[in-house]
């Protein structure tokens, strides 16, 4: 099972923009499909973005048009641009590799401990 470390976060002004990176022990090159996921303060983890293969992707409606998620296979790392950001991104943000389940994806294997975003009003 491939291990995902997430890097990248910060603090920065609404407005402003943060590329998160995440970083796998091995290959994914024969991963289907890999995500986003964010957490913030009391509310339930959800989805942010999904990247397939085939470089097919999925984002949340919150963050359409603002963020990009991206991978690179060669050096078996996930990537979100988040631009544009606003105070309510601020969560921990996780990498994982995802499943399809009916119309959304889950994510599949442990959780790393994910990258804090906090954007500033």
């Known amino acids: 099972q491939v291990q995902l470390v997430e890097s990248g976060g910060g603090l920065v002004q609404g407005g402003g923009s943060l590329r998160l990176s995440c970083a796998a022990s091995?290959?994914?090159?024969?991963?289907?499909?890999m995500g986003w996921f964010r957490q913030a303060p009391g509310k339930q983890r959800e989805l942010v973005a999904v990247?397939?293969?085939?470089?097919?992707?999925t984002y949340a409606d919150s963050v359409k048009g603002r963020f990009t998620i991206s991978r690179d296979n060669a050096k078996n790392t996930l990537y979100l641009q988040m631009n544009s950001l606003k105070p309510e991104d601020t969560a921990v943000y996780y990498c994982?590799?995802?499943?399809?389940?009916?119309?959304?994806?889950?994510?599949?294997?442990?959780w790393g401990q994910g990258t804090q975003v906090t954007v500033s009003s």
């Open positions: 994982q590799v995802v499943e399809p389940f009916g119309r959304t994806w889950y994510g599949v294997g442990s």
């Open positions: 990247i397939t293969g085939g470089g097919g992707t």
């Open positions: 091995g290959s994914i090159f024969s991963i289907n499909a």
